[in-house]
């Protein structure tokens, strides 16, 4: 079997090796991975530049960064769970598409869609990214934001009314409402949002329902792992 080429490939095989040990040298992490020695010490350099890897003496270990990073996955990956039966049953009450999403800087981030096999037009995918000043799920989340984020009409009227609306923004006929949840273990804004015809999406029930939804997210996650948009 021919070995990993790629350095991509390369960084994940050495870093695969720290799943079972907290500290290792050079020597343990080459035999471990058996690539050549000088690709590992390039690679391992790579990774103590980008905090991946921290360097301590001879010894190596996991950096900062793939701690943050390990941590905010787990926290995303809890609040998919808290959220999947929220999503379901309000895709079976209105029958329209539903995304949980958080925010990742300037842009919201899908982290899942239930729903939208029957409607083709709603091209929508987990991971997918759109800017959190014009999307309707991006309104929500600004508005869970730091009072800086609130300074405009729009999303103060968000942050008071816990909905954003926009009637047929996107495509006619159709509208999408979106709903604050919280902030994942204090850092993170999350949020649903509900996209399907006008009519349906713009009833006041539905509005209701999706809000109920948010809050039962938010009380699955429990106190210690959100904090609810105010």
């Known amino acids: 079997m021919e070995g990993p080429t790629g350095t991509l490939q390369r960084a994940a095989v050495i870093l695969d090796v720290f799943e079972c040990a907290d ?12 690539l050549p020695r000088t690709s590992v010490h390039r690679a391992l350099e790579q990774l103590v530049a980008l905090r991946w890897v921290y360097r301590e003496g001879m010894d190596y270990q996991l950096g900062m960064r793939m701690i943050e990073l390990g941590a905010a996955a787990a926290q995303q990956n809890a609040l998919r769970r808290a959220a999947l039966p929220s999503l379901r049953r309000l895709h079976r009450m209105t029958g329209c598409v539903v995304h949980l999403g958080v925010r990742d800087g300037p842009e919201a981030v899908y982290l899942e869609k239930v729903g939208g096999e029957s409607a083709p037009l709603v091209r929508s995918r987990v991971g997918d990214r759109l800017p959190v000043a014009t999307s309707t799920i991006g309104k929500a989340l600004l508005a869970i934001g730091d009072p800086a984020d609130a300074e405009s009409p729009e999303i103060t009227r968000v942050r008071e009314r816990r909905l954003a609306y926009d009637p047929e ?62």
């Not at 500290?23 to 058996?34: E, F, H, P």
Request: proline share 3%; aromatic share 4%.
């Open 23 to 34: 500290r290792l040298n050079l020597s343990q992490i080459v035999a471990a991975t058996g």
């Open 169 to 230: 923004r996107c495509l006619k006929g159709f509208s999408c409402a979106a709903v604050p949840i919280g902030r994942i273990g204090g850092t993170e804004a999350a949020a649903l949002s509900v996209f399907g015809p006008a009519d349906r999406v713009g009833d006041k029930r539905m509005m209701s329902s999706a809000q109920t939804a948010a809050a039962e997210i938010w009380r699955r996650m429990g106190s210690g792992g959100l904090q609810q948009a105010r």
